[in-house]
């Protein structure tokens, strides 16, 4: 794995395929975008027909339900 790039137990991707899956699609095809290809916010709001400001606001939803959802599980603070 590349610098800064976690190693992810199994049980942790399930979880966060899971969560993913429970996005409204805009949110999800967001995180896609920008965090698992790589791409700007203005690529990624190009691609979406939406603006780069609107992109990061959804970035920042996104990121969030999924936090709070994969702590719920109990990942992240305190969790695996």
């Given at each position: ?20 899956a ?12 920008y965090?698992?290809d790589g ?16 992109v990061?606001?959804?970035l ?21």
């Open positions: 794995r590349g610098a800064g790039e976690e190693e992810f137990s199994e049980e942790t991707a399930a979880a966060l395929r899971g969560v993913m429970e996005l409204p699609p805009k949110e999800r095809a967001c995180l896609e975008f965090i698992v791409r700007s916010a203005k690529e990624t709001g190009l691609l979406l027909g939406s603006s780069e400001e609107s990061r606001g959804i920042r939803r996104a990121k969030e339900k999924v936090r709070s959802r994969l702590e719920k599980y109990g990942f992240g603070e305190g969790g695996e």
